[in-house]
């Protein structure tokens, strides 16, 4: 089984819908990602947070929310969505420091 | 600030032939670390290397290697005797002391290796 899982893999949705992306992972790390990627721009970090009571902003927080309802869960919601959030969405995980294995990503095309 | 330059945005190649995929990186910090990623058509990102400031070691993983100097800010990623399933998008990313759980990430070089 994986190690970081996300669900779901794909979704369609319409601007002004609130959507949900979850993250799971099995590896015992306590830092947690979401990066969104778009063609040309490689990787941008979304929000990180260090452990259960702790949330950071990244670079493109704007739009977005986050909630680490557990070490092992990080979820990513988008409120409102809108066109320019159709994107490619990685969620990661690591010990302080260390490399950052990544899940299988979710596709997500706001109509 | 930290930074990563891929400059390369696609590279194609014929099977067989080496490829080098270059990464150049800013930070002020003196302690950091460097990855590389591979994104195959697939979409996941499935991790290569991790090398830290310090060892300047060239590093050889079958048909891989990569060269670090941090004279030239460079870690460079090269792939010998190319072959299809070498066909992804790469990406170079730096963390640095200043914190190392924010990684930033190139843009990514798009290879494509040709039967």
């Given amino acids: ?111 | 600030a930290q930074k990563v330059t891929q400059a390369q945005t696609e590279i194609s190649v014929v099977e067989k032939e080496d490829v080098t995929l270059d990464c150049v990186y800013e930070t002020r910090d003196t302690t950091y670390y460097l990855f590389w990623y591979k994104q195959p058509p697939s979409g996941e990102l499935v991790f290569l290397i991790r090398r830290n400031s310090f060892d300047e070691q060239n590093e050889i993983s079958g048909r891989y290697s990569w060269n670090f100097q941090k004279s030239t800010s460079s870690f460079n990623f090269t792939i010998t005797a190319s072959q299809v399933v070498d066909s992804a998008v790469y990406f170079c990313a730096l963390s640095a002391e200043y914190n190392f759980n924010k990684f930033y990430f190139g843009s990514g070089t798009k290879l494509n290796v040709k039967p």
């Fill in chain 1, 1 to 111: 089984d994986a190690d970081v899982t996300q669900t779901p893999r794909n979704r369609i949705t319409k601007t002004g819908k609130r959507i949900m992306l979850e993250c799971s992972q099995t590896k015992g790390h306590d830092r947690m990602y979401w990066y969104r990627q778009d063609p040309g721009l490689g990787l941008r970090l979304i929000y990180y947070s260090f452990d259960v009571k702790d949330i950071n902003k990244g670079e493109i927080s704007d739009g977005y929310s986050v909630s680490r309802q557990a070490q092992a869960k990080f979820s990513l919601s988008l409120e409102s969505a809108i066109p320019n959030q159709t994107a490619l969405y990685f969620c990661a995980t690591s010990r302080v420091g260390e490399t950052q294995y990544f899940g299988p990503g979710t596709r997500l095309l706001v109509l």
